[in-house]
């Protein structure tokens, strides 16, 4: 039997989905590894990183703006400019914003309210290591919670991975939900995959991306930056 891909999941003072998406990422094949937003480095035999959902440091100043400067941040740094592969869920894509690993910034929904639903999605791209078990254009079905989930930001379409379908909860910028780095091997995500990998949660789409991160961590190519950037110069 192959090992199962370790996936770092990082925790910070606040976070309150990590176990959710440990949960997920076990029951999808992988071996969630726990990491403390104190650690100065990632485990040496990680092939992925999720930065949870939550409200890290209790959301003060900005979503993700405290957290950006956890020592855990500066390994996550190094691992994404190596390759690696990194999700972040809700609060982990304000972390990455601010950290300047994505491009954007999450402002508070256009409701001034903290929305919680399910919604459609439309998958932009389905040749990135998070979004290979979809379809271009298929239509996924994934909780959102957030009360500061509006993207806006300048970007290449090809760097729009997730778009609302239809209602956009949020207001975010042409219905932005989720997007990507140039080199493909970073995205970022508002809706919550960890919540909709069962049926019996109401949806199983969110699985999709999971096992698919999952998917690409599992190969021996996973850390190649040459590999991974061939997923954006295809597209070109």
Request: with cysteine; charged share 20%; proline share 7%.
């Amino acid at each position: 039997m192959e090992a199962r891909p370790r996936i770092a999941v990082l925790t910070f003072p606040g976070s309150n989905d990590d176990r959710d998406a440990g949960w997920a990422l076990g029951s999808l094949g992988a071996e969630p590894v726990p990491v403390w937003h104190g650690d100065e480095q990632l485990p040496a035999d990680v092939q992925a990183v999720v930065l949870p959902g939550g409200f890290s440091y209790g959301d003060y100043l900005r979503c993700g703006a405290i957290a950006r400067f956890a020592p855990a941040m500066a390994a996550v740094r190094r691992f994404a400019e190596e390759g690696g592969l990194v999700l972040g869920i809700c609060n982990g894509f304000q972390i990455l914003c601010e950290a300047g690993l994505l491009p954007g910034v999450l402002r508070p929904n256009r409701s001034l309210r903290f929305v919680c639903e399910d919604v459609a999605l439309t998958v932009e791209r389905a040749d990135l290591p998070f979004t290979e078990r979809c379809e271009q254009g298929q239509r996924l079905i994934i909780p959102v919670k957030c009360g500061e989930g509006a993207w806006y930001g300048e970007i290449p379409e090809r760097q729009v991975v997730l778009r609302y379908a239809g209602e956009n909860p949020t207001g975010a910028l042409d219905g932005v939900a989720g997007v990507c780095n140039e080199a493909g091997n970073v995205m970022g995500l508002m809706p919550h995959p960890e919540h909709a990998v069962d049926p019996l949660l109401g949806s199983g789409d969110g699985a999709l991306v999971l096992a698919s991160l999952v998917d690409a961590a599992a190969r021996p190519h996973a850390f190649r930056r040459d590999v991974v950037l061939s997923y954006v110069r295809a597209t070109d």
